[in-house]
């Protein structure tokens, strides 16, 4: 397979990214340690999770998926073949959120026990914390960096504008920069990142590893019709965001491929994030070793330049 440079990082890894959302909640241990297993078989090394999930699910109090992978990583004695993705600065409870010095030294030292790992290879500020300065949230970085514990850093959910201020404030001090974005990038969800953020990250070399490639499930074809709501627990939320005249056009141009292609409409709308200037990795969940390989298919699917076209067509 081939890997792709995490920005400037060093890091390499593969063009899509397993999202760790679902280890624990709606993938059980076990299932989630055998998608793991099967996506490193798979030829596959990047894992990205964060410390608040999944906090929202009922009595769970963040930190289950972190603690599914180390414990994989201590059956699989797989942690060489990784590279681990993990964020800070969600609200954990007990006022335990933000990107403030102290909260980022505590919470890496919590994901480091639960992952069971001497070190993140990437760790990333999960939302911008515009309390804190960005002086102090770099240079809490920069001593992780120092210490060993990370390898390198990354933001998500940031506006071009902060991120801009974050590079020029690395730049200035001298500190590690973040060599990551992690934004909401889907045939659905464009114009958040087109606009300012993707000539930005390409322009300062920025790796991209967007979220959502499948728009909660939106792009699967599974919404069709306000009743396909009851299919999930997020079913009302997909619904209600994306089953619109336009989300219905994004459909429509999704079957025509499928049916001129032969290939899934989910796997048509991975390859079509995956083949976007400037990304880097999208990310991806899977519940099922059968969704998995979908997955695993999508990255090896080169979409033809009239199917890109009347996709972006349909969704502008």
Request: charge should be negative; charged fraction near 25%; hydrophobic fraction near 45%.
């Amino acid at each position: 397979m081939q890997l792709r440079s995490l920005g400037r990082s060093g890091l390499q890894v593969s063009p899509l990214c397993f999202g760790g959302n679902v280890f624990g909640w709606t993938a059980d241990e076990a299932t989630s340690h055998s998608l793991l297993d099967a996506w490193v078989d798979a030829g596959f090394n990047f894992i990205d999770t964060a410390d608040v999930y999944s906090r929202w699910a009922p009595g769970h109090q963040g930190g289950e998926s972190e603690a599914v992978i180390g414990r994989w990583l201590a059956r699989s004695g797989k942690r060489d073949q990784v590279v681990i993705a993990t964020k800070v600065g969600m609200d954990m409870g007990e006022g335990r959120v933000g990107l403030k010095a102290a909260r980022i030294r505590e919470a890496v030292e919590a994901s480091l026990r639960r992952l069971g790992v001497d070190r993140i290879d990437l760790y990333q500020a999960h939302k911008d914390d515009e309390e804190t300065p960005l002086e102090e949230t770099l240079e809490a970085f920069a001593r992780l960096i120092e210490a060993g514990k990370v390898r390198a850093i990354g933001a998500s959910n940031y506006s071009a504008a902060r991120l801009a201020e974050a590079l020029q404030t690395s730049a200035r001090l001298g500190l590690p920069r973040y060599e990551s974005l992690q934004p909401l990038y889907n045939l659905s969800d464009r114009a958040g990142f087109e606009a300012e953020l993707q000539p930005l990250c390409m322009k300062e070399e920025v790796g991209v590893i967007s979220f959502y490639a499948l728009a909660a499930g939106f792009l699967s074809g599974k919404y069709r019709t306000a009743e396909d709501a009851a299919q999930s627990p997020r079913g009302k939320n997909v619904v209600a965001k994306y089953l619109n005249e336009r989300g219905l056009r994004i459909l429509a141009a999704l079957d025509e491929a499928s049916h001129a292609l032969g290939k899934p409409v989910s796997q048509i709308a991975v390859a079509w994030v995956m083949a976007r200037p400037g990304i880097t990795a999208p990310i991806a969940s899977a519940t099922s070793v059968e969704q998995l390989q979908s997955l695993v298919e999508a990255t090896r699917l080169q979409l033809p330049a009239e199917v890109m076209a009347n996709l972006d067509a349909a969704s502008v």
